[in-house]
Nanobody
Framework: QLQIVESGGALVQPGGSLTLSCTVS????????MGWLRQAPGKEREGIAC????????YYADSVKGRFTVSRDNAKKVAYLQMHNVKPEDAGVYYC????????????????????????WGQGTQVNVSS
């Protein structure tokens, strides 16, 4: 049974940093691309980052590019989202997600409103941004 569990959500000050973690079970981690979705209050859910299964290529939504970094540790079966220079609009629930390998090895289609094409995601972890 595929399980995805996020952790690390917290209250962070604007301009601060935070790292989210994602542990998985029930599937072969190295065979899946991993990503992150988020849903801000009153807004649609969006795909914000993804890291491929094959070569570690990363993909970012414009809203987080240059500030967030997605990574993975295949030995530990953990994915991470490092958040830097956090802004108030980054507040929301963050979900870790898994996707079976794409036909061409790219994952741009999972960003933005393409998030629903992920195969599975967890229950989410809350990130609040306030001074």
């Amino acid at each position: 049974q595929l399980q995805i569990v996020e952790s690390g959500g917290a209250l962070v000050q604007p301009g601060g940093s935070l790292t989210l973690s994602c542990t998985v079970s029930g599937f072969t981690f190295v065979n899946y691309a991993m990503g992150w979705l988020r849903q801000a209050p009153g807004k649609e859910r969006e795909g914000i980052a993804c890291i491929s299964d094959r070569d570690g290529s990363t993909y970012y939504a414009d809203s987080v590019k240059g500030r967030f970094t997605v990574s993975r540790d295949n030995a530990k079966k953990v994915a991470y989202l490092q958040m830097h220079n956090v802004k108030p609009e980054d507040a929301g629930v963050y979900y870790c997600a898994a996707e079976t390998p794409s036909y061409d090895g790219t994952y741009y289609y999972l960003l933005g409103d393409g998030w629903a094409r992920f195969d599975a995601w967890g229950q989410g972890t809350q990130v609040n941004v306030s001074s």
